[in-house]
């Protein structure tokens, strides 16, 4: 059992374990609809023999929820028709395609959210916790009319729902606040009104973070695995570890420099914790680079997938290459490939 090997969750069928991890490309429309460079870059990942495409964040409610210029929306049914065109090309290329959905929270600022305060996941009341998570469950049925073939709910990176699962970003005294069973109610929350409203087949992702909800970063792993467990319990198909808040030293874009095999897979060891807790299929992402690693990674059961970032702005066709003999990914890691104007490699002419 290698990297090329597939796999199965539920009615999904994967041909090998590579997951293309979300990452915001800056090539949106400016109305946040689906653009042709974006279905140009889509088209040519999937023919690059990608497993699973996940999409850059989408915002479930705007001008609130936007965390950046050029962000896709899913906030309105008028959005779909974009993200049918971006299945049907990554379909047309025979691999498989995720949508990932996210609220910005406190990260974010007002040139984003048109002047509107940003909402913070430790005053915000339980009613209007409730209309949040109608506004996560709608844009989940947008996914699912799309002909995604899953919805990915992003749980990491600091937004909204990630500070409310960790000691260290969640200060509520209430039934949402102290404990791990408290602190997942939010993000469980959505994660049942989606499975209602989507139905038991249709397959729900998560990102989780693995270091907490702040720049710090120090929570400990009893937390991490107690999120996990009740994210399995509630159904979840599969978990993609990550970590990092932007700004943060953990953050994967700001990893700069993996050269060596020793600095690859920075949750790599958190993942192993997670899979001696649970079933539920994992990814893991973060620096993994040589295909000797990621071979030993699924191999041992470490992890079920592989997820990339920015190996696949420099090489889409990187799983072809892997398979015809190359042994590692070309990306030296030095993150120029972001881009106000769009993401690309600064070495690709």
């Not at 609809?33 to 915002?59: D, W």
């Not at 994210?231 to 990550?242: A, K, P, Q, T, Y």
């Not at 398979?323 to 769009?342: D, L, W």
Request: charged residues 25%; proline residues 2%; glycine residues 8%.
């Amino acid at each position: 059992m290698d990297v090329f090997s597939p796999f199965s969750i539920k009615n999904l069928n994967f041909k090998n374990r590579f997951i293309r991890s979300a990452t915001h490309d800056w090539l949106g429309n400016e109305d946040g609809s689906i653009s042709e460079r974006q279905l140009n870059m889509f088209r040519e990942l999937a023919r690059g023999e990608v497993g699973l495409i996940v999409s850059g964040h989408s915002c479930v409610e705007f001008p609130r929820g936007r965390a950046g210029l050029k962000q896709n929306r899913i906030d309105d049914d008028r959005f779909i028709e974009g993200y049918k065109k971006l299945a049907d090309v990554i379909h047309e290329n025979n691999s498989l395609f995720a949508i990932q959905i996210s609220h910005a929270g406190l990260q974010t600022n007002k040139d984003f959210t048109n002047n509107l305060e940003p909402i913070d996941h430790n005053t915000i009341t339980k009613e209007d916790i409730n209309i949040l998570v109608e506004i996560f469950t709608k844009a989940a049925v947008r996914v699912r009319l799309s002909g995604a073939d899953a919805v990915c709910v992003h749980l990491a990176h600091g937004y909204f729902l990630c500070r409310t699962l960790f000691s260290d970003s969640n200060k509520r005294e209430d039934e949402f606040g102290k404990s791990i069973a408290n602190r997942s109610k939010i993000a469980l929350k959505v994660i049942d009104s989606i499975r209602n409203a989507v139905g038991k087949d249709y397959p729900i992702f998560v990102k989780l973070n693995s270091t907490g909800g702040t720049k710090e970063g120090n929570i400990e792993t009893e937390e991490l695995v107690g999120v996990s467990v009740l994210l399995e319990e509630h159904g979840v198909d599969l978990i993609e570890i990550s970590g990092g808040v932007v700004g943060s030293k953990d953050n994967p874009i700001d990893r700069l420099n993996i050269l060596k095999i020793e600095d690859e897979g920075y949750f790599l060891k958190r993942a192993k914790i997670v899979r001696k807790n649970i079933n539920t299929p994992l990814s893991v992402v973060g620096g993994i680079r040589s295909l000797s690693l990621m071979n030993e990674i699924i191999g041992k059961g470490f992890s079920d997938f592989i997820s990339l970032s920015r190996p696949f702005i420099r090489e889409p066709d990187l799983v072809i290459r892997l398979k015809n003999g190359q042994e590692k990914v070309s990306c030296i890691s030095c993150s120029k490939c972001r881009n106000f104007e769009g993401i690309r490699c600064v070495f690709n002419k």
